[in-house]
């Protein structure tokens, strides 16, 4: 049994692909017996551990809005260095095997254990946040691990380092195919006859809710009962709105509010379609892979790590080059108009993430990638 510990201040304090891969592998890990411990800033978010024996410390830390403004970097980096200050004592105590970083910002944690500490740190990407002298700091990591084979190559790049790539995954249990839901498709604005596409996530530009916006108001959209549903909070939500009432679709945007993790199968058993049209490089895309568990078709860009979830082949779902409208118009129009399509993409989307994309994979992958098989 090994003794294995994540750090990531912001795994008790927001929602995101980051926190849900942390909580998720914890549980994973520990069902494939070994002790582990998770470190996050203070904050409230705790999911439904089952009773499992997973141990969970937090301390105080100086939220980035907090801190001088030198930069986004600056600022990220700050926070997290605020909170390893009070961390660090812990963490030391923990004696611990292993213990998983998420992002390069965490990179000055090995520096700061003592020299007679057997602690190894491994890298477990999700993403880039490069920084000026993070090559320096990246010395003291011990083992490196990916989302994807994509965001392998991001690492190879810049650390000279290639990865273990272990995939996210999905909780197929709780994000599982479930009969449409009538009556919450009614509360939230959808008819019968409307074909529902939903995307669940945070609102930030590279996530190209605006191209969506700007698909379904495209000519070859016309006559078509669509409606988007967009779920989830961030800076670029006043601007969508804004855009969706200048478009003149406001009757066909749906906006929702950010929901818990727990809650977003629900959601998805009240949509037709799942729609992710990111414009930037998205590492893995775990909401993509959670859609596609609930048996739903999808429709994303061809960038980054999304179609090594969704594939190429057109067997769970269409891709189409990103900030591309008239290219989303029409994959968008394809799906709505065909229901055999729909069912025949949503069961193959499922089967997929089944096969090759669930936690439990995920962690024994990681575990490989430790040594600890």
Same mark, same amino acid.
């Given at each position: ?18 926190? +849900? ?43 980035? /809005? !907090? ?16 909170? *390893? ?27 700061? =254990? ?9 890298? =477990? ?47 197929? +249990?709780?994000?599982?195919? !479930?009969?449409?839901? #009538? /009556?919450?498709?009614? *509360? ?10 939903a995307y669940a996530g945070? $609102? ?21 009962? *669509?409606?988007?549903?967009? #779920? ?26 950010? =929901? ?7 959601m998805y058993a009240a ?10 490089? /998205?590492?893995?895309?775990? +909401?993509?892979?959670?859609? =596609? ?32 409208? $008239? ?22 989307? !499922? ?13 024994? !992958? ?8």
């Open positions: 049994m090994a003794r294995i510990a994540f750090i990531d201040v912001t795994a008790t304090v927001t929602y995101g692909g980051i926190q +849900t891969a942390i909580w998720q592998l914890a549980q994973a890990i520990h069902d494939l017996g070994h002790e582990v411990t998770i470190f996050g800033g203070e904050g409230d978010i705790r999911p439904d551990l089952g009773g499992r024996a997973i141990t969970v410390h937090t301390f105080p830390f100086t939220p980035r /809005e !907090r801190l001088p403004n030198f930069g986004s970097r600056f600022r990220k980096i700050a926070e997290r260095f605020s909170f *390893a200050r009070h961390a660090k004592a812990a963490v030391v105590a923990g004696n611990f095997d292993w213990v998983i970083l998420t992002k390069p910002l965490d990179f000055f944690w090995p520096w700061l =254990m003592p020299r007679t500490g057997s602690h190894r740190f491994a890298l =477990m990407s999700g993403g880039t946040e490069f920084f000026a002298g993070d090559r320096i700091l990246a010395k003291k990591i011990n083992a490196w691990l990916a989302c994807s084979h994509f965001n392998a190559w991001q690492i190879q790049s810049r650390y000279k380092k290639f990865p273990h790539v272990i995939y996210n995954g999905v909780n197929i +249990t709780q994000f599982e195919c !479930r009969p449409t839901d #009538i /009556e919450l498709r009614a *509360a939230l604005g959808a008819t019968s006859e409307d074909i529902l596409f945070r $609102l930030v530009g590279w996530k190209g809710m605006g191209v969506a916006l700007r698909a379904l108001a495209h000519p070859v959209m016309q006559g078509t009962p *669509a409606k988007l549903m967009i #779920i989830g909070a961030g800076p670029q939500l006043a601007e969508l709105k804004q855009l969706a009432s200048k478009l003149g679709i406001t009757d066909r945007v749906l906006f929702h509010a950010a =929901m818990p993790h727990s809650e977003l199968p629900n949509m037709d379609v799942g729609i992710f049209p990111s414009i930037g490089d /998205e590492a893995f895309g775990i +909401t993509i892979a959670e859609a =596609m568990s609930c048996a739903k078709p999808v429709i994303a860009s061809y960038i980054g790590g999304i179609p090594e979830v969704v594939g190429n082949e057109e067997s769970c779902g269409l891709l189409t080059p990103p900030g591309d409208i $008239l290219a989303l118009a029409n994959a968008m129009k394809i799906l709505a108009c065909d229901a055999d399509l729909r069912q025949r993409l949503g069961l193959g989307a !499922r089967a997929r993430i089944t096969r090759l994309y669930t936690w439990e994979l995920s962690a024994k !992958r990681l575990l490989v990638g430790l040594g600890l098989k």
